[in-house]
Nanobody, 125 residues
Framework: QVQLVESGGGLVQAGGSLRLSCAAS????????MGWFRQTPGKERQFVAS????????YYADSVKGRFGISRDNAKNTVYLQMNSLKPEDTAVYYC??????????????????WGQGTQVTVSS
């Protein structure tokens, strides 16, 4: 079992930056591919970024490529999402997720078995 707790959300002006953190419990964090997703009211949850268990591959949604960076620190059981050049359309609840197993970075939600409670990011114009 893996428990995930996100933090770092908040209110920021357009063009600003935020760094989200996701702390994981359990000893298996280093063997799990991790992902970030986001959701706005009335819309489906969408993929943002993923990093493989070994950190040798990352994958980004086109909408955030070049602005967001995902990283992990296996010694701290934590995955990060650095968000730069934020836009109002980035406003959403951001969720951290853990894959059921080792894999390359990917966007397929059905493979992520564990989810955090989410953290709100609001970007004002």
């Amino acid at each position: 079992q893996v428990q995930l707790v996100e933090s770092g959300g908040g209110l920021v002006q357009a063009g600003g930056s935020l760094r989200l953190s996701c702390a994981a419990s359990g000893r298996t964090f280093s063997s799990k591919t991790m992902g970030w997703f986001r959701q706005t009211p009335g819309k489906e949850r969408q993929f943002v970024a993923s990093i493989s268990w070994s950190a040798d591959s990352t994958y980004y949604a086109d909408s955030v490529k070049g602005r967001f960076g995902i990283s992990r620190d296996n010694a701290k059981n934590t995955v990060y999402l650095q968000m730069n050049s934020l836009k109002p359309e980035d406003t959403a609840v951001y969720y951290c997720a853990a894959d059921r197993d080792r894999s390359d970075a990917h966007k397929f939600q059905y493979q992520y078995d564990y989810w955090g409670q989410g953290t709100q990011v609001t970007v004002s114009s």
